[in-house]
């Protein structure tokens, strides 16, 4: 028994480094936010139906799989947190 362990390990060891891995490249990731309300629950009491409050809202931020075109812009990190940036002034 002790004389296969090496063997079997050595041929083990082989047969995985000649496994192909695939090469690490760059893709692209796309990010869309869906708004949505969880009408299940109330999230402001002693509100009517119209106040945007008044049930639970809820904020999807979906990341996925994309492909590049020219009209693409760069994801800010003010984008993901719905913030609004204004430029500064310089002086």
Not at 74 to 80: K, Q
Request: charged share 20%.
């Amino acid at each position: 028994m002790k004389n296969t362990v090496l063997p079997v390990t050595f041929l083990f060891w082989l047969i995985c480094s000649e496994i192909k891995k695939e090469k690490a490249g760059s893709y692209e990731a796309g990010f869309k936010i869906i708004q949505t309300l969880d009408k299940s629950r109330i999230y402001k009491p002693a509100t009517n139906t119209t106040d945007y409050l008044h049930y639970r809202p809820l904020d999807l931020d979906i990341w996925y799989p994309a492909v590049s075109a020219t009209t693409d812009s760069v994801l800010l990190f003010g984008d993901i947190l719905h913030i609004q940036f204004y430029p500064t002034e310089t002086q």
